[in-house]
C-alpha cells in the first residue's frame, strides 16, 4: 500500500491499490494513476522536465506526462528516494509484432524532432573512438582471463561448458565489432558530421505501450542526448526472441526506421559495431560471476543460452548491413 502521505500530496483517495512492478497502479474516482518511486539525480529530475516542454513545443505526442502535485511540484522526495506520477495508460491486449511496428514508428519520429547536427570536432571523435576500443578491450581481457581460469579444470559447471564451447564465436563478434568501429571512425572523420538525437535510453517494448493508432514511450528516467544508434541498438536487441527469430523481422525494423529518419552511412557501420559486440553476454558472466541476485545455477545457464541464441540471430541480420 502506497503512503497515504504521499497520495494526499495528489489529493489522491483510492479504491484500489495493485503493485505492477516498480510502478503502482492506483484506481481512484479521479481515474487510474501510475506511481513510481526510484532514485533519481538532480540532474535527470531537470532533464525531465525540460523534456516535457520541449515536447510540448515540438508537439510531441508519443510520452505520458507527469501530474504536479497539489503544490506543483512534478516529484516528491522521500528520503533518498523520488516519487512521481503520470496517468496510468491501459496498454492494447494486440499484436506484439504490430506493438514493434508502432515502437519503430515512434522512435523514428523522436529522433527525427530532436535531431541536432553537431560541431563537427576530429579531437572528440577521436577520443570516443579510444574509448570505446579501451572499454571493449578491457572487457574481453577480462572474459579472456576468465576463460583461462575455467579451462584448468577438470570438471566445468554446465554454464562454463556453454560459454567455453561459444567463446571462439564470441572472439570473431570482438573482432567483427572492432572492423565496423574502424569503418565507422574513417568514415566519420572524412564526412566531417556527427548528429546527436534525445535517446529515451531503455528503449525496449517493456517501455513502451499502445492505444488505439498511438503509441507512448513510457519512463524517461535514462534519456540522453547521444547517437541515434544508442537507442536503435538496444531496440533491435530487446525486441528479439530466442529460438523463434526470424532475421526479416529486424531488417523489416530497421527498413521502417530508415523510411522516417535515414541513417548516414557511417552510422550503419557504428550499430553494426555496436550490435556485433556481445556485451549482454559477457554481463551474464559477470552476473553469474557474482550472483548477487541469489540464481540457481539453471537460471543463469538458460540466460546464457538465450542471450547467445539472440546475438547469433543478429550476426545474420548484420551480413547484410
Partial sequence: MSDPALLFQYDLYPNQV????????IETERGTFALKETKLSKEQMDFMLYLEERFKQLQFQGYVPLIRTKYGDSFVLIQDRVAYLTPWVEENTGNPAQKE??????????HGYTAKEQAFSEEVIKQSYQKMIFLRESRQFEMEKYISQIEKRIYLSPFELSFVTHFHQLM?????????????HEQVIEAKRYRSVLCHGKCSP????????????????????DTPIRDLAYFVRSSIKPFQYNPATTTAHL???EDQFALYDEEKELLASYLYFPETIFNSVTLFKENRQEWSHIKHVRLLTKKIE??????NVLQSL
Wanted: aromatic share 12%; proline share 0%; glycine share 8%.
Fill in 101 to 110: 511496428e508502432q515502437m519503430v514508428h515512434s522512435l523514428a519520429e523522436l
Fill in 206 to 225: 517493456s517501455h513502451f505501450v499502445t492505444v488505439g493508432g498511438s503509441g507512448y514511450f513510457l519512463n524517461f528516467e535514462r534519456s540522453v542526448m
Fill in 18 to 25: 495493485v503493485k505492477h512492478g516498480k510502478v503502482t497502479r
Fill in 310 to 315: 539472440v546475438m547469433n540471430g543478429i550476426s
Fill in 255 to 257: 527498413a521502417r526506421y
Fill in 172 to 184: 570473431k563478434y570482438c573482432d567483427l565489432a572492432k572492423k565496423r568501429l574502424d569503418d565507422w
